[in-house]
């Protein structure tokens, strides 16, 4: 049964890693909300086999939080957004795609030789699965690094926090409720400066194309 | 009366300095009140903390004292021992006149508030009193950076002029890079103990390699506040800018403060002497006299010419140190003795006549507006008070017998005659050619002065104005009469000045040479002995004032006195005018031409189509284009690619952060392997 | 445990009531009000600490030893003589025009919120709470700096969110780490996220994880202490908001960063028995000295400038806590404290000439003491402590830092040497005509908040002359508890 | 000290005072003579002094009281140098006032008075002679001052009565330095008392004068000190010389009769000296005034050099 789970906690955590490559590879962005709304899922179903493999209920809780938070509330948000300030149309990215999957790729060797040593001396129920979420985490990130609009970024920054709280609730089975909690929160905070924001930059710049936002710099 | 006590007694009159400063401030605009009270008072002071200083320098031995104030785990240490003793005193006498001067000196019309002069004045006064008596690193430091600041403070009292700020603005960079310096010397000399008390260095023994470091950086810090070789660059920026008491005070008394940590640091803090440092400190003090003399011939300027010869002066007593060093570096402590008694000396010596000639700039200064020695010229007729007071000094610090820098310079002689005995060839090589650039200084110093004194005061007014030139205010005559009749008598009397220098010397380097100069009695001065070399002042003035009285009654007894005034001669020339006279450039000329290598001159020949032709020297300092300049363009050119990091692109940045965070993932894994 | 509350309690309400009531002219008095019950209850709380060794609160949840009950005063202090300068401050810019009653609201509410992060920050002993409290503090002042709505200020705000927000991602995968080191180490029952149980367990804990965890802690606290080369945002946002938020930006957040740092540097050298974190963060320290002091050179905004020294200031610190030591730890709370006095000083006495002279551009500000004596020479005071001129406090912690240096890391001395030189030629070679000189700034409508100026200066010079016996025995316990 | 030796004192310098425009007037004849000229006679200088003397002597009226006192105190300084330097005796009072260094000092100061008593009155000439004369004096006061501590190195003292003593009374040894010194001791010589090749004292010619730029201005019983300082001068330069070069003959005792047994020897030496310089000014000619500073520079470069082979010699020795 446990082992079954653990499978199944791997499968998740390897179809994050897609997911991650996916969005890296995604150039609509519309997609990436949705391929954003996927990890969602995938994150709240790992926590729930966590959950019931640990028998701890408040993991059910965050479990069903991140459900409604990241499948739903905040994918419809940026939705909201896009409509909004009709930035539907493609993305170009800062570096051509081919080069970037080739350096994702080394990041996750990178991060799996990374995370071995720990992994081994891991206790919780799925040790593996730490080298996925650091490499999730460096991947989101070059993801910000390489997009030049501010809506891709955003979604970067958001699934960077996915792949932590995946971190948390894989590695270490689930932090304590308040913390996830405060971390929740923060989020949904973030995400509604952000949108402010959005507006406000788009009303200021007439676009939310980032490489405008260069005038504070040292001449 | 104990030692105690006259501790006491100074931090007495440093507290009665302080108080006067918050004094002024609170009489912000009592600009009488300020003057003819205040500035006295604090004179008074200054004379009262001589004579505490005095008194525990003929007691002997030193007084300890520690001040619930500071770090916590390190109060104030004070102590007054010889040494500080000696200074304190030259630091008293030295105010008591500026002081009195000051006091007629300050007009209404000056820009900042009299009341904030006052503060700065007194706390400038009071930090360099604490430099003195402080015993433990972090006073020390907070004493002389406190001192830097209230005289950059001053320096920049006529804030108006943006040359001044500029100077300010150099002063205090030079000051503050210096006083880290000193910080690094006093962090190596704690020798990881976490002590900051200087009981605590004496009994560190370093290695030599970590003692030499100590004692470089205390030569690089405290050389940065002495102006010496290369880093005299704000001095005669600096000197000049301020009002003529604080460039006495500083040209006089504050770069003493520099002489006195080199002398606490080389001689009393670092117990072992390595004889390299000596002659370094020798080569460094020989180019700077010889740098500091050559420069002051070719001013224009009457006190920028007094800033270089303060920097010659400097290279003086450099070098006189550097001997000292080598000296005792070999063992041999009377002759280091001899030479530190020479250094000593010129630091009572040349505090006094450089604050008097300084101050005379000042009554000139109000009295005709003009520093341009252009634009000066015979005013000994307009204010004779001021002009032959200015001549002491100029006899003074040219070194003449029997005024007072000449003993210095005799004895400095001396000692380097003593490098014979020093066992190595090669620093016997040195008696020849320091002898020989030590000499040509003295002889230079003569010059520049005459070229002071004659262009200034004599000769006739290069400018109409200068007809309504008023002598001296009461209070100024007070003033710069005190310091003259200290400059003489320091030099009439140098067996009772040598007596208050031995038992500083016996601190320094535990041999004195007051028994030597009791022996041969009180006229004549004795360093070793009278086969040796001997030297009499008073004889000498006696024999000089014997001939001249004699040729004098005999030429009115045997001739008559019969005296007729008529025009001066203008060599057939029927409209002699004033113009006529030799320029301060004209005087400078040939020294221009002899030591044109030290300069870098911008020459602006008169052509022939010229309608009214001019003839004008620019000289600058080559260390300027040739050493600060590339550093200044140095640090620019890194801070423009420093600059490059703040591109604006948040993309880059988040590449920044990236990047440092697989280095470091990277460095982890290193680390585990 | 009374006063704890209500130093938390007291801004969280203040917050509430001023986003209701913020932009009533007495808004900002009301502001005031609660700044100075935070503070009065700090003053509380340190008393009861001084009477009364550390204590915990609320099951363990809440911590305080003398390492950030002194902190916990500074900040409430600091929070309250902001609140004073903000007075007349945001009153002219309201006049100005360039605050709105909606943004008077969110400026009066979010610095409250504010005020409360940093608090809760300080004394949590939770370190995932910790992480908490910094992202609710960066997502405040993101407000905060943006307040005015122009293009700068949300280009600012902007770049700020983005990195600090990655950043302490980073700091959150740290924490992550920590608690899985811990879980294996701390009994059942026992909350492994309470940093008291994980100190008590420190050398149990994993090394191999331990170094992963406090790389990500250091990359992600580092990046709000504004360490080189992440500092990036710091200038910008700095520069753009409101000067009050700079100077509780300089003064207090990027503090309570370094805070967080060192309570994980604290683990890690409990955890690994060598000095890697201390390597780390000396080698940051110094890399944000040169940065931020060759940066200072090209300056022409008044408040990015002072920005920059606060990175060199905060690569002091840094440097000195990496050395460790008693000495250098001492030196590093000490200039902890002096550098928020006076830098908040700075920046009070900037916003002034600022505004009389309606530019932040340095050639157009000329002979502030002209026209007011006190902004002059309150900048031209305040620019020499900072520059580290005795007898102020940040001379006496340099002294201590510089003359352990020179023997415990001698080749680091000359880089700190170059790299205080530069920045003292820079700075003040600025700040010298601003002061003096020719003027053409016009006098202010309203009169200065020139209290806290030198309330603060006052305390920077007393603490380099005079550090009261608590306070003392405060740093030498800290000092102590940082080791290393 | 005793009467006696006071007497002597006296007498010394009473002697050399008497001597001293003797001494001048013997060089002028010698060059008289060298020239196929007549020549005034030894005896013009006492004859020169005496008339100027019975003149009135006329003031530019803006001269300052420094202009007034200046001739009185060089005259003083000389007189005092040449009481210094041991001419006769070695044992008088005054050697003990002052040594080599002391005794520069004194020309020095002399030399600073003339300078500035020449500028008080604000003429182009006076200027241009106080210019030129500083201008010599700083090259040739460093090189005498060399010369006579090539001397002291070899006596290890500065006392001039030393000097003599060790070259007379101790073992007769040959110094190569001093050969140096000699030859920077007769440049500087002919500079400091204003000799052709460096000046001319029988002309007034703008372009070259130096010594007679400077007392211009002065006339009657001013004027007639004046040149009687500068025969002091020339006086106490040559017994330097002698001193320095040739001290056998100068007695140890400080009584009357010693000194009488001396002063012939003293006279003698003196017009030897005499001979010497009149040869060098008949055969040289006067240099321009910018060839100068090359010529004093050889002068001191000399007597650095002096002092470096004595210690080199010294090293080998060792």
């Known amino acids: ?219 | 009366m104990g030692n105690s006590q006259s501790l006491d007694l100074v931090l007495w009159v440093i507290s009665v300095w302080l108080f006067i400063g918050l004094l002024g401030i609170l009489a912000l605009h009592r600009f009488t009140f300020v003057a003819r009270i205040l500035f006295p008072l604090g004179g008074v002071a200054g004379l009262v903390l001589a004579l505490a200083a005095f008194h525990s320098l003929i007691n002997g031995g030193a007084s300890n004292r520690i001040l619930p104030i500071g770090l916590p785990q390190l109060h104030f240490h004070l102590s007054l021992d010889a040494l500080s003793s000696f200074f304190l005193i030259v630091l008293g006498v030295a105010v008591f006149g500026i002081s009195i001067f000051s006091a007629g000196y300050f007009r209404k019309s000056t820009g900042t508030a009299p009341g904030l002069l006052c503060l700065e004045f007194h706390f400038f006064l009071a930090s360099m009193a604490l430099v003195l008596i402080s015993s433990d690193a972090y006073m020390f430091m907070v004493a002389w950076e406190s001192m830097a600041l209230s005289s950059y403070f001053l320096v920049t009292a006529n804030h108006r002029l943006p040359k001044i700020r500029a100077a300010g603005f150099l002063y205090l960079l030079i000051a503050h890079i210096g006083a880290i310096a000193l910080l690094l010397c006093f962090g190596v000399l704690q020798a990881n103990t976490g002590n900051y008390t200087f009981a605590n260095m004496r009994m560190q023994s370093l290695s030599p390699f970590w003692a030499s470091v100590a004692f470089l950086l205390a030569v690089f810090g405290f050389g940065a506040k002495a102006g010496i070789l290369p880093l005299h660059i704000w001095l005669p920026e600096a000197h000049p800018a301020a009002p003529s008491p604080v460039s006495a005070l500083m040209s006089g008394v504050m770069l003493k403060m520099a002489i006195y940590g080199m002398l606490r640091v080389g001689f009393d803090l670092l117990r072992i002497h390595i004889w390299w440092w000596g002659v370094l400190l020798l080569v460094l003090g020989l180019a700077t006299a010889l740098f500091g003399v050559v420069f002051a011939a070719v001013q224009s300027d009457m006190k920028r010419l007094l800033a270089y010869s303060s920097i010659e002066n400097i290279g003086l007593l450099f070098a006189a140190m550097g001997l000292a060093l080598l000296f005792s570096s070999y063992g041999m402590n009377t002759i280091a003795a001899l030479a530190l008694t020479a250094c000593l000396f010129h630091v009572a010596a040349h505090a006094i006549f450089k604050s008097l000639l300084f101050l005379t700039t000042g009554s000139v200064l109000h009295a005709t507006g003009q520093r341009n020695l252009g634009r000066l010229g015979g005013l000994i007729r307009f204010m004779p008070w001021v002009a032959w007071l200015a001549l002491i000094g100029v006899l003074a610090s040219s070194g003449l017998p029997p005024f007072s820098g000449f003993i210095s310079e005799w004895l400095l002689l001396q000692s380097f005659l003593f490098t014979s005995a020093l066992p190595q060839p090669f620093l016997n090589m040195l008696i020849p050619v320091a002898t020989a650039s030590i000499a040509l200084t003295a002889a230079l110093a003569g010059y520049v002065m005459v070229k002071f004194f004659g262009v200034v005061f004599l000769g006739q007014p290069r400018e109409e104005k200068l007809n309504q030139a008023h002598d001296a205010n009461l209070f100024e005559k007070i003033g710069m009469a005190w310091l003259a009749i200290i400059t003489i008598s320091l030099g009439l009397a140098p067996n009772f000045i040598i007596r208050l220098i031995d038992p500083v010397t016996r601190v320094l380097v535990n041999q004195g040479l007051a028994a030597q100069s009791k022996s041969s009695g009180w006229w004549l001065l004795t360093p070793t002995s009278v086969e040796r070399a001997s030297y009499g002042p008073l004889y000498f003035l006696l024999g000089i004032a014997g001939a001249i009285t004699l040729a004098f009654i005999l030429v009115r007894i045997r001739y008559h006195a019969r005296l007729r005034r008529s025009a001066a001669w203008g060599g057939g020339h029927p409209w002699a005018n004033s113009r006529m006279q030799d320029t301060a450039e004209g005087y400078g000329q040939p020294i221009r031409e002899v030591f044109e290598t030290f300069f870098s001159m911008k020459k602006h020949l008169p052509k022939p189509e010229d309608t009214e032709p001019r003839y004008q020297v620019i000289v600058e300092d080559k260390f300027w284009n040739g050493l600060y300049m590339p550093v200044v363009r140095a640090t620019e050119f890194i801070s423009s690619i420093v600059g490059r990091l703040q591109r604006g692109r948040i993309s880059i940045y988040l590449l920044y952060s990236f990047i440092t965070l697989i280095f470091l993932l990277i460095l982890v894994t290193g680390i585990r392997k | 445990m009374s006063p704890l509350v209500l130093i938390l309690a007291t801004p969280l309400f203040g917050s509430v009531v001023l986003a209701l009531m913020g932009h009533k002219p007495n808004g900002r008095n009301v502001n005031v009000i609660f700044s100075f019950g935070t503070f009065l209850a700090s003053v509380f709380l340190t008393t009861r600490i001084v009477a009364s060794g550390p204590i915990f609160a609320l099951n363990h949840q809440f911590f305080i030893d003398s390492l950030n009950v002194f902190l916990v005063a500074l900040t409430a202090l600091i929070g309250f003589t902001t609140s004073v300068f903000s007075r007349p401050y945001m009153r002219i810019e309201e006049e100005h025009g360039k605050m709105t009653h909606n943004r008077m609201r969110l400026y009066f509410s979010m610095y409250q919120l504010f005020n409360f992060c940093m608090l809760l920050a300080l004394t949590t002993n939770n370190m995932g709470i910790l992480w908490v409290a910094m992202e609710a503090a960066t997502l405040t002042t993101v407000l905060l700096v943006s307040v005015y709505r122009t293009p700068a200020s949300l280009e600012a705000a902007w770049k700020y969110f983005i990195l600090c927000g990655v950043g302490i991602a980073q700091a959150l995968l740290g924490t992550i780490l920590l608690y899985m080191a811990a879980q294996k180490v701390i009994a059942p029952g026992v909350n492994p996220l309470l940093w008291s149980n994980l100190n008590a367990a420190k050398t149990l804990l994993n090394p191999v994880i331990m170094a992963l965890a406090f790389v990500f802690l250091l990359v992600g606290y580092g990046t709000k202490v504004g360490l080189a080369p992440l500092h990036n945002w710091l200038p910008d946002a700095h520069a753009e908001g409101p000067t009050p938020i700079s100077a509780v930006l300089s003064g207090l957040l990027l503090n309570v960063a370094l805070y967080a740092v060192i309570r994980c540097k604290i683990l890690t050298d409990g955890a690994l028995h060598n000095h890697f974190a201390g390597h780390l963060m000396i080698g940051f320290g110094l890399l944000s000295v040169l940065v931020g002091a060759f940066s200072l050179l090209r300056q022409r905004d008044i408040k990015r400038m002072f920005s920059y020294s606060s990175i060199e200031h905060m690569g002091i610190m840094t440097f000195a806590f990496g050395m460790g030591g008693s000495i250098a730890n001492f030196a590093g709370l000490l200039h902890m404290t002096v550098h928020a006095l006076s830098k908040s000083a700075v920046f009070y006495a900037v916003g002034h000439a600022a505004q009389k002279a309606g530019t932040q551009i340095m050639e157009n500000i000329r002979g502030l003491i002209k026209v007011s004596p006190t902004v002059g020479w309150g900048l031209m005071i305040g620019t020499l402590a900072i520059l580290g001129m005795p007898p102020f406090g940040i001379f006496a912690s340099e002294f201590l830092i510089l003359t352990s240096a020179m023997h415990q890391l001698p080749w680091a001395a000359p880089i700190l040497l170059l790299g205080l030189a530069v920045a003292f030629g820079a700075i003040f070679s600025r700040v010298q005509p601003m002061v003096f000189g020719e003027t053409n700034v016009k006098p202010l409508a309203h009169p200065p908040a020139l209290l806290p100026v030198f309330l603060h200066l006052g305390l920077a010079l007393m603490l380099g002359l005079y550090i009261p016996g608590y306070l003392n025995h405060w740093f030498v316990q800290a000092a102590a508890i940082i080791g290393g | 000290m005793t009467l006696s030796q006071f007497l002597s004192q006296l007498f010394a310098t009473a002697v050399s005072l008497l001597l001293a425009p003797l001494m001048l007037g013997w060089v002028v004849q010698l060059r008289a003579w060298l020239q196929n000229r007549r020549g005034p006679g030894i005896f013009q200088p006492y004859r020169t002094l005496h008339k100027l003397f019975n003149k009135d002597s006329v003031m530019a009226g803006t001269a300052s009281p420094l202009f007034r006192f200046a001739p009185y105190l060089i005259f003083g300084c000389m007189l005092l140098a040449s009481a210094i330097v041991p001419t006769l005796s070695t044992d008088l009072p005054l050697a003990k006032a002052a040594d080599a260094i002391a005794l520069v000092g004194l020309f020095a100061l002399a030399r600073i008075f003339i300078s500035l008593a020449a500028m008080d009155v604000g003429t182009a000439f006076g200027t241009l002679g106080a210019r030129r004369e500083m201008f010599v004096g700083f090259l040739a006061e460093p090189a005498l001052l060399m010369v006579l501590f090539t001397s002291s190195l070899i006596a290890h003292s500065t006392s001039l009565k030393t000097i003599v003593i060790t070259q007379t009374h101790k073992s007769f040894t040959i110094h190569p330095s001093l050969i140096f010194a000699a030859f920077a001791f007769i440049l500087i010589f002919l500079a400091e008392n204003a000799r052709i090749p460096v000046d001319n004292p029988s002309t007034h010619l703008e372009l070259t004068m130096i010594h007679e730029a400077l007392i211009l201005e002065y006339s009657g019983r001013h004027l007639a000190l004046l040149e009687w300082a500068s025969a002091l001068k020339l006086l106490a330069y040559s017994s330097i010389g002698i001193v320095l070069f040739l001290p056998w003959g100068i007695s140890t005792k400080g009584s009357i009769l010693s000194l009488l047994y001396a002063l012939p020897i003293f006279i003698l030496k003196l017009l030897i000296f005499g001979i010497v310089i009149a040869l060098i000014e008949t055969f040289s000619a006067k240099m321009r005034i910018f060839r100068v500073p090359e010529f004093l520079t050889i002068a001191f470069l000399l007597a650095v050099i002096g002092m470096l082979t004595y210690i080199l010699l010294g090293v080998k020795a060792s």
């Not at chain 1, 990241?70 to 909201?80: E, G, T």
């Not at chain 1, 040593?117 to 891991?122: V, Y």
């Not at chain 1, 030049?148 to 709280?165: C, T």
């Not at chain 1, 995946?166 to 949108?195: H, N």
């Open chain 1, 1 to 219: 049964m446990t082992e079954l789970s653990i499978q199944l906690i791997n499968l998740f955590a390897s179809f994050l890693l897609l997911l991650a490559f996916a969005m890296l590879a995604q150039r609509r962005v519309i997609n990436l909300v949705n391929i954003y709304a996927m990890q969602g899922l995938t994150v709240a179903a790992a926590t729930g086999v966590v959950a019931y493999v640990t028998h701890q209920e408040h993991l059910y809780y965050s479990a069903a939080m991140t459900l409604v938070l990241k499948v739903f509330l905040i994918p419809w948000i940026l939705r909201r957004l896009i409509k909004r300030l009709d930035v539907r149309w493609d993305v170009e990215t800062l570096i051509n795609i081919p080069s970037m999957m080739l350096i994702g790729i080394v990041l996750v060797v990178f991060s799996f030789n990374l995370a071995l040593p720990i992994s081994k001396l891991s206790t919780s129920v799925s040790p593996g699965t730490l080298g996925i979420a650091l490499a999730c985490v460096l991947l989101s990130f070059m993801m910000m690094i390489t997009r030049s609009k501010a809506l891709p970024q955003v979604i970067g920054f958001l699934s960077m926090e996915n792949a932590l709280v995946f971190a948390a609730t894989s590695a270490t089975s689930g932090m304590p409720m308040v913390v996830e909690l405060g971390i929740a929160l923060d989020v949904l905070v973030g995400i509604f400066i952000l949108g402010v924001f959005m507006f406000q930059i788009r009303e200021q710049f007439e676009s939310l194309d980032i490489s405008h936002l260069e005038n504070l710099r040292e001449e």
